[in-house]
């Protein structure tokens, strides 16, 4: 069985950190048999100050069916690090980012340097070279990619991009076209195939629209656009924030956005709830009538399809790999330089009767059902390791 030791920041129990953290987990539950993975990744959530509860810090934890090392700050050196992987058996090294200090800069470092083993390499993007993500922290981002372009800490690297657009990302952040890149979408969890029994009535029947929003609260995630957006609808609605505010530069934005809610009109009602588990996340989503998520970018965008999995359409911007979804009647998908539309969409459903608005929760649902168990996004994942194997004459 071919052993792959996967580097992440955030990994179970946490939930905060969002899409690298889901796909990690969606493909440990689904390609667990096939491939042995080991994970090497810190010991608190997004944003926490304290270990999690119930882990033993610095050795191997069995965590369902993978062993999993839980690293504190203090031992988060290049040397530590360094040792950790030296001392793991693997044959091909995961690396689920490309700015991380310890788990992916590090490595890196080390590989250059012949401190661990010439393995083959993959790094996933995680959208960390769309446009939107690049602006984050731009200069800092910069002067980084010039350094290891440098040292060519990027050589003989197999890249894995979660779709045709995150492959272009990568070219034209890295300026490179002879790149080796592997198109292998996000593994989302499988969803048993169900006769779907939607638990919300239309907004017509209900004395409010009932809508969401999940998302860390980031200028990326573009909650501002959504407040100003539902600023300009008379009808009543209740709007939901759900989702953390953990790093310094997302609570200075979400203090923009609250100043935004001060001025809202008095029809919209707008609560902040924090964080969510993963584990409520569906049940969650089945009590509003829509999900409301204009992000600037997702490089796979897990809870779009974590809402569509709950029968909840998703009325989103077409910055993410979901598009053409009104074709499919699964949702909206709508340029950010046209917030009228997303307007005029969320008037659309709130005139449907009960019956048009059940039959739309079933499309939705049985659309994501369709998605999520195509046996296709699983061998393309099985696909990237092995492209990866073909490479070990190369890495050496």
């Given at each position: 069985m071919v052993k792959i030791l996967l580097l992440v920041p955030e990994y179970l129990p946490g939930f905060k950190a969002g899409g690298a953290l889901r796909s990690t987990v969606n493909m440990i539950d689904r390609l667990g048999g096939e491939f042995d993975f080991k994970i090497l990744t810190?010991?608190?959530?997004?944003?926490?100050?304290?270990?999690?509860?119930?882990?033993?810090?610095?050795?191997?934890?069995?965590?369902?069916?993978?062993s999993v090392y839980y690293l504190p700050p203090e031992d988060r050196s290049i040397s530590n690090v360094t040792n950790i992987i030296k001392n793991t058996q693997h044959d091909i090294l995961y690396l689920n980012s490309c700015f991380d200090l310890p788990f992916t800069i590090y490595p890196l470092i080390s590989r250059k340097l012949g401190m661990i083993p010439k393995k083959p390499v993959v790094i996933a993007t995680r959208g960390e070279f769309s446009k939107s993500a690049l602006n984050i922290k731009k200069w800092k981002k910069i002067c980084f990619m010039y350094i290891a372009h440098i040292l060519a800490l990027?050589?003989?690297?197999n890249w894995q991009a979660s779709s045709d657009f995150e492959a272009n990302d990568i070219k034209k952040a890295l300026s490179k076209d002879?790149?080796?890149?592997?198109?292998?979408?996000n593994i989302?969890?499988?969803?048993k195939p169900s006769?779907?029994?939607?638990?919300?009535?239309?907004?017509?029947?209900?004395?409010?629209?009932?809508?969401?929003?999940?998302?860390?609260?980031?200028?990326?995630k573009n909650l501002d656009f959504a407040l100003n957006v539902l600023s300009r609808l008379s009808i009543e609605i209740e709007f939901d924030i759900y989702g953390p505010a953990s790093k310094d530069e997302d609570k200075k934005y979400w203090n923009y956005c609250m100043k935004i809610?001060?001025?809202?009109p008095s029809n919209i009602k707008v609560k902040y709830k924090g964080?969510?588990?993963n584990h409520l996340v569906n049940d969650m989503f089945k009590k509003y009538n829509l999900f409301f998520f204009p992000t600037k970018g997702e490089n796979f965008g897990h809870v779009i399809l974590e809402s569509m999995s709950a029968g909840t359409p998703p009325l989103i911007a077409n910055t993410t790999p979901w598009r053409n979804l009104d074709k499919q009647n699964a949702g909206w998908d709508i340029a950010l330089n046209s917030p009228h539309k997303f307007v005029s969409v969320i008037e659309k459903i709130a005139l449907l009767d009960e019956g048009k608005y059940k039959d739309l929760r079933n499309s939705v649902r049985n659309y994501a059902e369709k998605f999520a168990n195509n046996d296709s996004i699983l061998e393309s994942s099985r696909q990237l390791f092995m492209n990866a194997l073909e490479d070990v004459d190369v890495q050496k």
């Amino acid at each position: 069985m071919v052993k792959i030791l996967l580097l992440v920041p955030e990994y179970l129990p946490g939930f905060k950190a969002g899409g690298a953290l889901r796909s990690t987990v969606n493909m440990i539950d689904r390609l667990g048999g096939e491939f042995d993975f080991k994970i090497l990744t810190s010991d608190r959530d997004e944003g926490d100050q304290n270990s999690y509860k119930n882990v033993v810090l610095n050795e191997w934890n069995s965590v369902g069916n993978v062993s999993v090392y839980y690293l504190p700050p203090e031992d988060r050196s290049i040397s530590n690090v360094t040792n950790i992987i030296k001392n793991t058996q693997h044959d091909i090294l995961y690396l689920n980012s490309c700015f991380d200090l310890p788990f992916t800069i590090y490595p890196l470092i080390s590989r250059k340097l012949g401190m661990i083993p010439k393995k083959p390499v993959v790094i996933a993007t995680r959208g960390e070279f769309s446009k939107s993500a690049l602006n984050i922290k731009k200069w800092k981002k910069i002067c980084f990619m010039y350094i290891a372009h440098i040292l060519a800490l990027y050589k003989n690297i197999n890249w894995q991009a979660s779709s045709d657009f995150e492959a272009n990302d990568i070219k034209k952040a890295l300026s490179k076209d002879n790149l080796k890149i592997s198109v292998a979408p996000n593994i989302p969890k499988y969803l048993k195939p169900s006769i779907f029994q939607g638990s919300i009535s239309s907004p017509k029947t209900l004395k409010s629209f009932k809508i969401c929003f999940l998302g860390r609260v980031s200028p990326v995630k573009n909650l501002d656009f959504a407040l100003n957006v539902l600023s300009r609808l008379s009808i009543e609605i209740e709007f939901d924030i759900y989702g953390p505010a953990s790093k310094d530069e997302d609570k200075k934005y979400w203090n923009y956005c609250m100043k935004i809610i001060e001025q809202i009109p008095s029809n919209i009602k707008v609560k902040y709830k924090g964080p969510i588990e993963n584990h409520l996340v569906n049940d969650m989503f089945k009590k509003y009538n829509l999900f409301f998520f204009p992000t600037k970018g997702e490089n796979f965008g897990h809870v779009i399809l974590e809402s569509m999995s709950a029968g909840t359409p998703p009325l989103i911007a077409n910055t993410t790999p979901w598009r053409n979804l009104d074709k499919q009647n699964a949702g909206w998908d709508i340029a950010l330089n046209s917030p009228h539309k997303f307007v005029s969409v969320i008037e659309k459903i709130a005139l449907l009767d009960e019956g048009k608005y059940k039959d739309l929760r079933n499309s939705v649902r049985n659309y994501a059902e369709k998605f999520a168990n195509n046996d296709s996004i699983l061998e393309s994942s099985r696909q990237l390791f092995m492209n990866a194997l073909e490479d070990v004459d190369v890495q050496k």
